[in-house]
């Protein structure tokens, strides 16, 4: 499985991004996928997740009310959409995907593949 992830740039706060994750192999619609993110000096955090068939969403208190996690089983793809962005949003933004599918994991050793990084930027 591959995950590719695109979307990130340079944004002013107070702005929106919307992050893709493009998967290729594999069953995406069976897999349990989130996005987690990285600041500079930081370890990874999780972000958000969704359930295989989207009923189930979670996100880590920081970006509830801003962030929308959803994904397109359709096109194989997951999307983050990000609004009322902060500077303290800024990090590389990864997904990744649970072969498991079992409901939303919020840990990084739940997931099994993961995607390459996506830079997203929030300037002050």
């Known amino acids: 499985v591959q995950l590719q992830a695109s979307g990130g740039g340079l944004v002013q706060a107070g702005g929106s991004l919307r992050l893709s994750c493009r998967a290729s192999?594999?069953?995406?619609?069976?897999?349990?996928v989130g996005w987690f993110r990285q600041a500079p000096g930081k370890e990874r955090e999780f972000v958000a997740a969704?359930?295989?068939?989207?009923?189930?969403?979670g996100y880590v208190d920081s970006v509830k009310g801003r962030f929308t996690i959803s994904r397109d089983n359709a096109k194989n793809t997951l999307y983050l959409q990000m609004n009322t962005l902060k500077p303290e949003d800024t990090a590389v933004y990864y997904c990744?995907?649970?072969?498991?599918?079992?409901?939303?994991?919020?840990?990084?050793?739940?997931?099994?593949?993961w995607g390459q990084g996506t830079l997203v930027t929030v300037s002050s």
């Open positions: 990744a995907a649970d072969r498991y599918g079992v409901g939303v994991p919020r840990s990084e050793n739940d997931y099994d593949y």
């Open positions: 192999g594999g069953t995406f619609y069976s897999y349990a």
């Open positions: 969704i359930s295989w068939n989207g009923g189930s969403t």
